[in-house]
């Protein structure tokens, strides 16, 4: 069952009008009745908050995709999973939030694309700093679509011997004709590191140029997504081989807000000094300040209260702060 905390903030939402909040603690309910072994419960729950956001935005969600267990040696190269993130999920800019919102239409549409001789958006760069939504954009874009996410292990897939990572990259690229779905290239600079720097090694240049290969030949109905930290490594050539080049940056004070106001939805945050708490925020993530409303939100329910002190998240925030100033 919902907890006090969970009921008071849906009727709070309720009355405010707030329907992101109402829905952000339908989902929050939703995820505490699967950890109390309410499966049957936690699933419906989810079922509602999807169809309320699909009727808000005028979509329908598409028809899931099931999953394919990765099998023989493509088991040791890619992970699987369902996400049931939304893009509705996350803060970010108008830009990028505006370029993903792109992508999902255009892939919803593709067959319509396709009959006029043009093609969807299906690969994308991702790069920015790390912990602001990257790797979450992956899962939301997969949520979305109802497509299964297909992590990429890259420490399988790079090997010391010449020619095994072009092949193990060969079978990762075959599966994304036969398992439609969303496959995630994590910390691509691993791959796209530029082919000219000096201490650079044969092998090193032949795998770059085996993935640009297979990246431009690649014509699968898979959405193909790399992420990085370091967009000043990659290669030249690899902009021009993607779609869409989305950038993340670390969150403003009005998108700390909402992420605060979202984390803390279970909550009453009507009271929190928040010109000291975007000023403890700054310079933070995304992940980091989740986490910091996370250890608030703790403190919060293991000292029976119903609302996060402005002294308790100021206390997280400083924490990762410190962290970072290491």
């Not at 006090?4 to 329907?19: P, V």
């Not at 309410?38 to 419906?44: C, F, Q």
């Not at 299906?122 to 954009?137: H, Q, S």
Request: hydrophobic residues 40%; proline residues 3%; contains cysteine.
């Amino acid at each position: 069952m919902a907890t006090a905390q969970q009921i008071k903030a849906l009727l709070r939402s309720y009355s405010e009008g707030d329907e992101d909040r109402f829905l952000s603690v339908a989902v929050q309910i939703a995820s505490h009745a699967a950890r109390t072994g309410k499966e049957k419960l936690a699933h419906e729950l989810r079922e509602l908050v999807d169809d309320a956001k699909s009727r808000r935005t005028g979509q329908h969600l598409a028809r899931p995709v099931p999953i394919a267990r990765p099998h023989g040696e493509l088991a040791g190269l890619v992970s699987a999973s369902y996400p049931k993130t939304r893009l509705s999920d996350m803060v970010l800019s108008t830009d990028a939030h505006s370029r993903l919102d792109r992508v999902v239409v255009e892939y919803r549409q593709s067959n319509k694309l396709r009959s006029h001789g043009l093609s969807p958006r299906r690969k994308l760069l991702l790069v920015g700093p790390p912990g602001c939504g990257k790797t979450m954009t992956a899962s939301a874009l997969a949520g979305e679509l109802g497509l299964p996410l297909l992590f990429v292990q890259l420490h399988s897939v790079i090997t010391k011997f010449m020619g095994e990572t072009a092949a193990k990259l060969h079978l990762v690229f075959d599966a994304m004709v036969e398992t439609q779905g969303v496959y995630l290239f994590d910390e691509f600079d691993a791959i796209g590191g530029q082919r000219a720097v000096s201490n650079d090694v044969g092998e090193v240049r032949r795998i770059l140029n085996s993935f640009l290969q297979f990246l431009e030949r690649d014509d699968s109905d898979s959405l193909i997504l790399a992420a990085t930290n370091l967009s000043g490594m990659l290669d030249d050539a690899l902009f021009r081989r993607f779609d869409d080049v989305i950038e993340y940056e670390l969150p403003t004070d009005s998108m700390r807000r909402q992420l605060i106001h979202n984390r803390l939805a279970m909550f009453n945050t009507k009271r929190l000094g928040w010109k000291t708490v975007l000023s403890s925020s700054a310079e933070l993530s995304h992940a980091d300040v989740v986490r910091a409303c996370e250890d608030a939100a703790k403190d919060a329910i293991l000292r029976d209260r119903d609302a996060v002190s402005t002294a308790s998240l100021r206390s997280a925030l400083n924490l990762r702060q410190k962290k970072w100033a290491k």
